[in-house]
């Protein structure tokens, strides 16, 4: 079993959607979680530290369920903009160690 | 931006040769991780510095080393080039210490290895 795991999609969506994208990690000892964005042939920007409490950023809400080890990243009103892959982060408990998952392609269409 | 800085942009290698790779991290961070990302792949680890000294590995071969100078800034070498190194190295800032470890990445250079 992979570390992290995410659906690599392609997520093709209409503007305007609201899409949800999971990713599950097998430490349960993992203590920090982030969400990052990737263009194509660009470098991964982060979009979003997940808290424990769960946190929002304008149109884009992370959660964390450290129960059933899974994060998630849930975008509302989605924009052309958004097309990109989103790549979940777990940081190794216990070490500075960042496992990225393969991450998930989203496509929003016009 | 995230002020983190990498050179070359791209690099042609001939498998067998060597090859250094070069980032300067953002100001006030004292980290700097290294990721290597094929293509369609997430990033992997490669070795984390802090303070001039490694610290923390992942599953690459000790042909693979690198370097942190005073200023933070850091060098990948890679000895003995195969074909599969063919890939976007990234390299990452962060601040050791801090509440969350959020890292910022480079531009990536992007290695291709005939």
Known sequence: RKEVEQDPGPFNVPEGATVAFNCTYSNSASQSFFWYRQDCRKEPKLLMSVYSSGNEDGRFTAQLNRASQYISLLIR???LSD???????????GTYKYIFGTGTRLKVLA | ETGVTQSPTH?????????TLRCSSQSGHNTVSWYQQALGQGPQFIFQYYREEENGRGNFPPRFSGLQFPNYSSELNVNALELDDSALYLCASSLLGGTFYEQYFGPGTRLTVT
């Open chain 1, 77 to 79: 009103d989605s924009k």
């Open chain 1, 83 to 93: 097309s990109a892959t989103y790549l979940c982060v777990v940081n190794k408990a």
């Open chain 2, 11 to 19: 690099l042609i290698k001939t498998r067998g040769q060597q090859v």
